[in-house]
Nanobody, 117 residues
Framework: QVQLVESGGGSVQAGGSLRLSCAFS????????MGWYRQAPGKQRELVAR???????SYEDSVRGRFTISRDNSKSTVYLQMDMLKPEDTAVYYC???????????WGQGRQVTVSS
């Protein structure tokens, strides 16, 4: 059973930086596409960034150029570096693992990110 343990995030002023980490366990990290999603109050959960086992990345338009997703396969951990943060980035951020073999999703517990103006 996949477990995802998130850390990082918190509160920062606009223009600042934060980093999220997500430690993966319970399966083979190499078979999982890892992603970060976010959900703001009253809004649907949206994909922020995704990284394949081969480290190909994709980003939601509003974060491209400001956020960087990366993975350390030796540590089974995925990161989201968030720079030039804006108030509209305020949300709960969730780590996601998509297992390409079983085609199943697993989710972390979520981390709050708050950006003040």
């Amino acid at each position: 059973q996949v477990q995802l343990v998130e850390s990082g995030g918190g509160s920062v002023q606009a223009g600042g930086s934060l980093r999220l980490s997500c430690a993966f366990s319970g399966s083979l990290f190499a078979y999982n596409v890892m992603g970060w999603y976010r959900q703001a109050p009253g809004k649907q959960r949206e994909l922020v960034a995704r990284i394949t086992p081969g480290s190909s990345t994709s980003y939601e338009d509003s974060v491209r150029g400001r956020f960087t997703i990366s993975r350390d396969n030796s540590k089974s951990t995925v990161y989201l570096q968030m720079d030039m943060l804006k108030p509209e980035d305020t949300a709960v951020y969730y780590c996601n693992a998509y297992d390409m073999r079983s085609r199943t999703d697993s989710w972390g517990q979520g981390r709050q990110v708050t950006v003040s103006s």
